[in-house]
């Protein structure tokens, strides 16, 4: 009988004292082995050097340190300019609706516009997610006419705005009622952007000249929130 097997008889007799507890050793022990062996090996051999040595180690040492941390910051901006991948207002048909909106949501926050080019707030809407688009280059922003997205929507709902993360829609925005219609700003609807979430302030990018050119006053209404009924899918 090997007393070190896992055998069921030998759980019995390490139960009642028999043999001893078997140590199990775990993936994280001998991790920590290694490490500790390799800090030991490397005290080894560091006492093995005299000053000159150790100050020209140093000075490797030093690239090493600068050499990962420009890997580390190329790697940073790499990422960032792949999730900077937008940078327009694009407009989208119906056929496009479930994989340029529903789909690509599942990656990214998209902002869709339902508009109506012959509606001044709607020309506003644009205008401002154009510019915005411009500046939050990490999320996806389209626009398409109303009645291709969803067919008799009423002209006296837009400019409709709906906000899809994570292949759903988190929010919707009809008219421009809360922001005093045409005296609606750009930083208007983009605090609301901020406040759900589809944007984010520290991927925010300035504009040439940036300013607001519509200064007016929002009032305190509420905006309007409203059921779309089935949403192209």
Not at 21 to 32: A, F, G, L, R, S
Not at 51 to 65: G, H, K, P, Q, S
Not at 101 to 121: A, D, G, N
Request: hydrophobic share 30%; proline share 3%.
């Amino acid at each position: 009988m090997n007393p070190d097997e896992d055998t069921e008889w030998n759980d019995i007799l390490r139960k009642h004292g028999i043999l001893p507890q078997q140590v199990k050793v775990t993936q994280n022990d001998i991790y920590d082995s290694a490490v500790a062996q390799a800090q030991e090996e490397e005290s080894r051999r560091l006492e093995r050097l005299d000053i000159d040595e150790l100050a020209e180690l140093e000075d490797e040492e030093d690239d090493r340190v600068l050499e990962q941390y420009r890997q580390q910051r190329v790697a940073e901006m790499q990422a960032q300019a792949a999730r900077e991948k937008y940078g327009e207002l694009v407009q989208i048909s119906e056929p496009a609706y479930k994989s340029q909106v529903t789909e690509c949501s599942k990656q990214t926050w998209v902002v869709v516009h339902l508009f109506r080019e012959s509606i001044p707030e709607c020309k506003l809407m644009n205008r401002h997610l154009a510019e915005l688009a411009q500046q939050y280059r990490a999320t996806k922003f389209v626009k398409i006419v109303s009645v291709e997205c969803i067919h008799n929507y009423p002209d006296k709902n837009l400019p409709t705005l709906l906000i899809y993360g994570h292949g759903d829609m988190k929010g919707q925005l009809v008219r421009l009622d809360r922001y005093g219609g045409m005296r609606t700003r750009r930083r208007d609807i983009e605090q609301y952007l901020l406040d759900i979430g589809a944007i984010d302030k520290a991927m925010r990018r300035p504009l040439a000249g940036d300013g607001d050119s519509s200064d007016g006053d929002s009032d305190d209404g509420r905006a309007t929130y409203v059921d779309l009924g089935k949403r192209v899918e």
